[in-house]
């Protein structure tokens, strides 16, 4: 029934969950995600058994929906997908409309991903690992050849950990949410640990800590981690995330959805990136200066790594506030000086910035870490903004990620191969 008694400050109907959902022509589950995320508002009355929407913002929302179509190909054939996670500017970058920098220097990676999937804010908040998933993770990993890769090792411990969550199928919102806060942990877990005291317990970037140095870790350091990893969370429709929704699309559970973002994130122009500025590093403080490092990568015809970034004209946000951490760790003087060696060499012919794959890289370099830490720190960071795109991606029409191909081969009819 309709609630005809007016809100405060509103003035208008009253609308039932269920005749919202009717508006919508979405599920009631939905109805409650579009609040979460602030699409719309709710109420709920004295006395009464469920939440109360106001008319006039359902019929708006409704009128924007069908506006822009979930999946639309504009004027220039790109797939475009609404999405209310994060938005990129010209100079920051926002997570649910908030500035994404400010919240990685106020919270807790664990804050601000359970706050992504929730739209609630639960200071202190930790993820913890069931047991029997860590140890069927674990078995997967040591299985694996000794060379094997970081993201190797995440790609196996997700399809492990997944075939022991008999509720994997299960795609209801609190429980993709559940999965979400055992499966971070559980790849953190099963990455071998370098140090012998390490121990499972605290902070996720202090568990992740010992997974990628033996150095023990000062408080800035892991400042300089947790920051990261809250960073990297989500960064718009990355090729990943797409992977991701595409996943979702099909309404694959939310392991095989993770599975889908790893898969494309080992790509050197992805994840691995900061690998590439972490070798780089290691070269000019070899050398002493970026000059000859920087020519040499020129003279092979490849791009000076940690450079630029193609939605940013000025230098990526995520390096900015980076850098500035990093200023508070001495340890990280010298590879801070020889990244902005490099980005002074390269400034006296392009317009080029940091981005934050070469911020990563002081990270790794000073700490003692493998060229290959930053794309374990790039791949746990942006699980939790995958869950938050398959979470957006179970609220829309199944199967909508299907563009039409533009045949160009052999026109019909070809006569049969012999």
């Known amino acids: 029934m309709r609630d005809q008694e007016a809100a405060p400050g509103h003035g208008g109907t009253r609308l039932t969950t269920k005749e919202t959902a009717e508006l919508l022509g979405v599920k009631p589950e939905t109805v409650y995600a579009y609040v979460s995320r602030g699409q719309l508002s709710s109420r709920r009355e004295p006395g ?13 929302l409704a009128r924007r929906n069908r506006r822009e179509p979930s999946g639309s190909s504009p004027a220039g054939g790109e797939l475009s997908v609404r999405t209310g996670i994060t938005l990129i500017g010209k100079d920051h970058y926002y997570f649910r409309g908030v500035d994404a920098t400010e919240l990685a220097a106020r919270h807790s990676y664990e804050e601000i991903a359970d706050w992504l999937w929730t739209g609630r804010l639960r200071p202190g908040i930790t993820f913890t690992a069931p047991d029997a998933s860590v140890t069927a993770a674990r078995r997967a990993v040591n299985a694996l050849p000794e060379h094997s890769g970081p993201t190797d090792r995440l790609r196996v411990a997700v399809i492990a950990a997944a075939t022991a969550d008999p ?15 055992t499966l971070i942990p559980t790849l953190v877990a099963a990455l071998p640990s370098l140090r ?12 992740l800590w010992g997974r990628l140095t033996g150095r023990s870790a000062d408080e800035a350091s892991l400042r300089v981690l947790d920051t990261a990893l809250g960073l990297l969370i989500d960064h718009d429709l990355a090729a990943s995330t797409l992977a991701v929704r595409v996943a979702a699309s099909a309404r694959a559970h939310a392991y095989a959805a993770v599975s889908a973002g790893l898969g494309v994130l080992e790509g050197p122009l992805h994840g691995a990136a900061s690998g590439l500025a972490h070798r780089m590093l290691l070269d000019v403080l070899d050398r002493g200066a970026a000059a000859p ?15 630029g970034h193609r939605l940013y004209p000025g230098e990526d946000p995520r390096a900015r506030a980076l850098f500035a951490l990093l200023e508070e760790v001495p340890a990280a003087a010298p590879a801070l000086a020889a990244a902005r060696d490099i980005v002074a060499t390269t400034a006296r012919h392009t317009s080029l910035h940091a981005n934050v794959d070469l911020a990563l890289a002081v990270l790794t ?16 960071a942006r699980t939790a903004g995958w869950i938050a795109h398959t979470l957006e991606e179970y609220e829309e029409r199944p199967l909508r990620m299907r563009p039409s191909g533009q045949y160009v081969g052999a026109r019909p009819p070809q006569p049969l191969p012999e």
Not at 167 to 181: K, P
Not at 196 to 205: I, N, V, Y
Not at 365 to 378: C, K, L, P, Q, R
């Open 167 to 181: 509720l994997r199928f299960d795609l209801s919102q609190d429980t993709v949410i559940g999965t979400a806060r």
């Open 293 to 307: 490092v920087v020519a040499d990568e020129l003279r092979a015809g490849r791009r000076v790594p940690g450079l």
């Open 196 to 207: 012998h005291d390490h121990r499972d317990a605290g902070p996720l970037a202090q568990r």
């Open 365 to 380: 370099v000073s700490s003692g870490m493998a060229a290959t830490a930053g794309e374990t720190v790039f791949a746990v």
């Open 48 to 60: 009464g058994r469920g939440s109360t929407f106001d008319a006039r913002e359902v019929t708006a």
